[in-house]
């Protein structure tokens, strides 16, 4: 069975500064997509950015970027000049990229990330 | 519509009670998943349609627990028997379908049981 893991309950930082949120994941499989989701007080999921494990170079996304480590298993958000926006929750997500398995998600237990003005 | 739609935003029963929370997808998305999102907790995974078939349920906890998507589109799940545990938020979302194409989530229905 997956599991995703994000041992860091709450983190802060100033605005326009520089956050990197950490997630490590257990999988057997070779095949599979990571993702990172933004869930604010409204409690809709937002996807932030989506890294293919068969790709090596790490995916961004404006000031979002991402560290993939495969071997290790780690998966890492840095957000660059934080906002007051991206205050909210942020999960950690696995899903299989393989065909005949189950296109669900596999999610962390988040990691609340405040901003201070 | 322009996103997935929940209703109830909220819903409030007491224990012992039958309840049922819809689900209305992107027009067009053929997948559309249930989640289950325990406070402090990350959505866990209850079931998932593919048309009109469930191709996943593992994840429903216990047969009080059943989903249905007849038409292929709008999605029903239905709790017997609530029981306190069951309190949560609920997700859904859909996609096109296949591992490449985004979840788009809906904003939940919280459900508390008295």
């Known amino acids: 069975a997956q599991t995703v893991t994000q041992s860091q309950p709450e983190m802060s930082v100033q605005e326009a500064e520089t956050v990197t949120l950490s997630c490590t994941y257990d999988t057997s499989e070779s095949d599979y997509y990571l993702f990172w989701y933004k869930q604010p007080p409204s409690r809709q999921m937002i996807l932030v950015i989506r890294?293919?494990?068969?790709?090596?170079q790490n995916a961004t996304e404006n000031r979002f970027s991402v560290n993939f480590q495969k071997a290790a298993k780690s998966f890492s958000l840095k957000i660059s000049d934080s906002q007051l926006g991206d205050a909210a929750m942020y999960f950690c997500?696995?899903?299989?990229?393989?065909?005949?398995?189950?296109?669900?998600?596999?999610f962390g237990k988040g990691m609340k990330l405040t901003v201070n003005p | 519509g322009a996103g997935v739609s929940q209703t109830p935003s909220n819903k409030v029963t007491e224990k012992g009670k039958y309840v049922e929370l819809r689900c209305d997808p992107i027009?067009?998305?053929?997948?559309l998943y249930w989640y289950r999102q325990s406070l402090g907790q990350g959505p866990e995974f209850l079931i998932y349609f593919q048309g009109t078939g469930a191709a996943d349920d593992s994840g429903l906890p216990n047969d009080r627990f059943f989903a249905v998507r007849p038409e292929g589109s709008v999605s029903t799940l239905k709790i017997q028997r609530t029981e306190r545990g069951d309190s949560a938020v609920y997700l859904c979302a859909s996609s096109k379908g296949g591992y490449l194409n985004e979840q788009f989530f809906g904003p939940g229905t919280r459900l508390t049981v008295l």
């Open positions: 890294q293919e494990a068969y790709k090596q």
């Open positions: 027009s067009g998305h053929t997948a």
């Open positions: 997500a696995w899903g299989r990229a393989s065909q005949g398995g189950s296109e669900k998600l596999v």
